[in-house]
């Protein structure tokens, strides 16, 4: 490893020694705000540090990982959704648990391993990565271990994830077996000699390695933690579930399945289709039972995520533009939709009620209007990011002639529509709220809170409006990824 | 650049309408009227720009604007104006008018967000007549819902959230079919070339297979054939219609109609000719189908909105009878009966309205004998009634007439059909007079007749649908360079045997 690879590796390296800065200053000094000014800080630098790393890129940095435009991007956005979720949850934090500063801590690990998932061309980096992840959201689920809730969804999250991983894990031993290599592009060069077919470990490999990612997604047959972790995980750690969690696992799905040739196999695809399909159909008839936002806006993303997959299977040459546009329209929507119900949140509940948004608009126009505007962006309405992602979506789609999911899509997500447009009727309803559940006495608006909102509410409207200059930095991302048609 | 600042300017007096709601609301609505007359001037001199254009210009367009917007997939900011798209942006902006007009009093609750959206509803809808890129087409084509949704779930009527949420999914669901069809149309005009564009000059000529084309096509003609409406799609519109605020259901009626006909008129048709010529005898029976549906819906109403609502489906029925009719006449015909339409039912819902701020029910049961409580409202509503049964010496008539003569050469079993629409327009609109306002006022109704203001509006409306059936050929000849230049060619091109 020289000095370049280092070089390349700086934002990582960046994010690692601010988790190493927090623990210090924790046992040092507990400070809540300076544990969140580190924590942001230091999201910031590794942010700032990716066009640096990109001069030396692409390379490959040790088997482990890759660190390219592709990489990169990702890393930048992972850092950015975890720098706006630092913000919430400052102003979160502020009103309620009592010991604050290890959040930090938590979230800075979970950051690095979601980076190193989007970085990462081998298993061993895969697992790392993953686990990184994963066990830093098992405390930040159950941060507020005093609430019967949190910890619930902690405890489920935990069980539901080890038996995930237990499946990746079997799933990458196949692969070894059969191809004696973890590095995915060696799995590739292996697959495309003459005469590597579709033999049981392939195939068993691959099912098992979709069955943990597809948990990490929250597609179904495997989203049923998704609803109940979002329910009960504090609203800022839902943010980071519902965006970093699993737009990090989309990058390596996407690396994974373009170099292992998937696309070459139609049973393969059909049964990511199927997926997609039933993820859509549950996710948006789902969601019309429910009466929680947080549980609406988990169901929703289960159907998101299907849209998601509905791109990814298109391939070539739409895939990877179409995947990654959705999931920044999608960070940037889901980001806000829950930053709206974190500054509403009380200190003795979240605002997950559809009558705490009852008349929300009148009584704060700002908060009111971009929550709508979020609600429509996640339904795809121009204007919005969302109409945007969607259109791409289903460009990839029309392109490579999908049609069944396509009209699927279609029409789940009119069907979608139909709860969006339940949460906007009550936020702009002109009865008062229900006096028989009295909305959590709306806090002020914490400044931190306040300008992650407002920079979310413009990016927004801004890649609604004119998508251009990052339509340009995410053909140039995804240039070097090898998706076979 | 002007077609920009048509736009703009709306977009403009909307937000300025819903910021100086605090100083006072007389200049919130102030903005909003001055918005409207920036964009009538505009109009106006365009219409007398186009006016001195001889007959066999280059091409129809009378301005345009082409910026890039989207390059990756070839998208471009691509405004465009020909006659008819003129003349829908008049009517745009008059109806525009009326709508503020006919909120004044109506509206006092959280009213400069009300006019926010209207405002935005107008943009929207001009923007859908203007645009002349398919991506642009469906960006205002959606732009336009979520006002219009807001119009109705906030300021309607008992049963507002139902109807509003029933207009949002029916446009949505049929809006997206299209969006698919669009890029259907995308990629198969990329693979015949190796070109990304979502023009439709470039689109127009398309070489593809005639089931692909058949398939594109009724994408396009689900979302155009729900805003018509076309009738099996129709079930949204009487709620919609019944429940919106009066200056709503002046733009659904007047405007989100003329949309979807716009629609089949500029896209539908020219875009797939063969398949359009395939479909023609089917949309021809379903828009005879509806004029006689909506005439006989319309006569069993109670609600005097709801009846209004349904003749709009009746009148609606000429326009798609017109379109597919593929012959100049009933093309002409279609062009006039959207713009007769628009002025005339915008004018009947601004009526009931008015009675219905007054007496607080829509029920003509509940009226009767109120022609000796409001001689003005009452006359109005007999000249408007009259106007849309068709008599002769008002727009509507001329409209239909053409529509029929046109139909008749087409097909003569549809036109018979089509003609039976004038004698049950009869039937629901002096019915609806005799109700309403002849009679014994048993009630003992008393109430104050229509304001200065109000009667303004129905003179304005009124004398455009006198002058239009008076000398109809103004309109006839802004309409008549789109329909024959060789640049756009519109449905009569593209029908022509």
């Known amino acids: 490893m020289n000095v370049d690879d280092m070089v390349a590796l700086l934002p990582l390296i960046a994010v690692a020694a601010g988790s190493l800065a927090v623990m210090i200053a924790a046992a040092v000094r507990r400070s809540h705000r300076l544990a969140a000014s580190l924590a942001g800080a230091s999201l910031l630098v590794a942010l700032a540090l990716v066009p640096a790393a990109s001069g030396f890129a692409p390379r490959n940095v040790t088997p482990l990982i890759a660190v390219d435009a592709y990489a990169l991007f990702y890393m930048a956005l992972v850092f950015g959704a975890s720098f706006v979720v630092v913000l919430l949850a400052y102003g979160y934090l502020r009103a309620r648990a009592e010991v604050r500063e290890e959040f930090y801590l938590f979230l800075l690990l979970a950051t690095l391993g979601a980076a190193v998932l989007a970085a990462s061309r081998h298993f061993a980096s895969f697992f790392l990565g993953l686990e990184l992840l994963s066990v830093s959201l098992y405390a930040m689920i159950a941060y507020p271990r005093a609430d019967a809730n949190p910890l619930e969804a902690g405890v489920k999250y935990l069980v539901l994830a080890a038996a995930s991983s237990a499946f990746l894990l079997f799933g990458m031993a196949l692969v070894y077996a059969r191809y004696g290599t973890m590095e995915f592009t060696a799995i590739g060069a292996a697959l495309s000699l003459p005469g590597a077919g579709w033999d049981a470990y392939r195939l068993a490999g691959l099912a098992l390695i979709l069955t943990g990612v597809g948990f990490k997604l929250g597609v179904v047959p495997f989203h049923m933690w998704t609803p109940d972790v979002y329910e009960g995980a504090p609203a800022p750690v839902t943010a980071f579930v519902a965006t970093v969690s699993k737009g990090a696992m989309f990058a390596l799905l996407l690396r994974y399945v373009g170099t292992t040739w998937v696309y070459d196999s139609p049973s393969a695809l059909t049964a990511i289709a199927a997926v997609a399909v039933v993820s859509m159909f549950a996710g948006n008839v789902l969601a019309l039972l429910q009466e929680n936002v947080k549980r609406i806006l988990a169901y929703s993303s289960i159907a998101h995520m299907g849209y998601v997959l509905v791109a990814l299977i298109a391939g070539a040459p739409l895939a990877g533009e179409a995947v990654t546009f959705y999931l920044v329209a999608y960070f940037i929507t889901t980001l806000g939709a829950f930053g709206i119900v974190t500054v509403l949140s009380g200190p003795d509940r979240d605002a997950d009620r559809i009558d705490d948004y009852r008349g929300l608009f009148w009584r704060r126009p700002w908060l009111g209007g971009f929550f709508s505007a979020a609600l429509l962006s996640l339904a795809g309405m121009p204007l919005t990011a969302g109409f945007v992602g969607k259109f791409y979506v289903l460009a990839a789609g029309a392109r490579a002639g999908i049609w069944f999911p396509l009209v699927v899509l279609v029409v789940t997500s009119t069907l979608g529509l139909f709860y969006y447009l339940r949460v906007i009727v009550a936020v702009y309803a002109r009865e008062p709220a229900n006096p028989v559940a009295p909305s959590p006495a709306s806090p002020a608006l914490p400044v931190a809170g306040a300008v992650a909102l407002a920079g979310l509410a413009v990016l927004l409207i801004w890649l609604g409006v004119y998508p251009t200059p990052l339509l340009r930095l995410i053909r140039a991302a995804v240039a070097s990824l090898a998706l076979s048609a | ?497």
């Open chain 2, 1 to 497: 650049m002007t077609l920009l600042w048509l736009i703009v300017i709306l977009l403009a007096g909307g937000a300025a309408a819903w910021l100086l709601e605090r100083r006072s609301m007389v200049l919130a609505r102030g903005a909003c009227l001055l918005a409207l007359a920036i964009d009538l001037i505009l109009v106006v001199s365009l219409w007398l720009s186009a006016g001195g254009r001889p007959e066999a210009a280059e091409t129809a367009w009378i301005a345009e604007l082409r910026w890039d917007w989207i390059p990756r997939f070839g998208i471009g900011f691509h405004l465009a104006m020909d006659g008819i798209s003129l003349l829908l942006a008049a009517l745009t902006i008059v109806l525009g008018f009326a709508a503020v007009a006919a909120s004044w009093t109506e509206i006092s609750d959280r009213a400069g967000f009300f006019h926010f959206n209207l405002m935005w509803v107008l943009a929207g809808v001009l923007g859908v007549f203007l645009s002349l890129d398919l991506f642009l087409f469906y960006f205002f084509w959606e732009l336009m819902l979520v006002p219009m949704y807001f119009l109705i779930a906030i300021w309607g009527h008992e049963n507002r959230t139902y109807a509003s949420i029933k207009f949002f999914l029916f446009t949505q669901l049929s809006g997206l079919f299209m969006l698919l069809s669009i890029l259907g149309l995308v990629f198969v005009h990329y693979r015949a070339t190796g070109i990304y564009t979502f023009d439709y000059g470039e689109l127009l000529r398309t070489p593809m297979a005639r089931s692909t084309a058949f398939a594109l096509m009724l994408g396009f003609v689900a979302a155009f054939g729900v805003k018509l409406p076309m009738v099996p799609l129709h079930t949204w519109l009487p709620d919609a219609h019944t429940e919106a605020p009066t200056g709503g259901s002046v733009v659904l009626a007047g405007l989100l109609l003329k949309t979807g006909a716009y629609g089949l008129f500029r896209f539908a048709v020219p875009l797939f000719p063969e398949a359009a010529r395939l479909f023609a005898p089917a949309a021809m029976i379903l828009g005879a189908a509806g004029i006689i549906y909506g005439a006989v819906l319309a006569f069993a109403q109670t609600d005097l909105k709801r009846l209004v609502a349904y003749s709009s489906v009746s009148h609606m029925g000429f326009v798609l009878v017109g379109i597919y009719a593929g012959n100049e006449l009933a093309l002409q015909g279609a062009i006039l009966q959207m713009i007769c339409h628009g002025l005339g039912t915008g004018a009947l819902f601004i009526l009931a309205g008015a009675l219905q701020e007054r007496i607080h029910t829509r029920d003509m049961n509940r009226m009767g004998g109120l022609w000796e409580v409001c001689p003005r409202m009452g006359a109005m509503g007999l000249f408007f009634a009259l106007a849309s049964l068709g008599l002769p010496g008002l727009g509507n008539f001329v409209a239909e007439i053409l529509v029929l003569v046109g139909a008749y050469r087409a097909s003569i079993p549809v036109a018979a059909v089509s003609a039976v629409g004038l004698v049950t327009a009869t039937i629901y609109a002096l019915e609806m007079v005799q109700r309403a306002f002849h009679g014994k006022n048993v009630r003992g109704w008393k109430f104050p007749d229509l304001s200065v203001r109000e009667m303004a509006v129905m003179a304005v409306l009124a004398l455009l649908l006198l002058w239009i059936g008076l000398y109809p050929k103004t309109l006839l000849d802004t309409a008549r360079p789109a329909l024959h230049a060789p640049a756009p060619p519109v449905a009569t091109a593209a029908l022509r045997p």
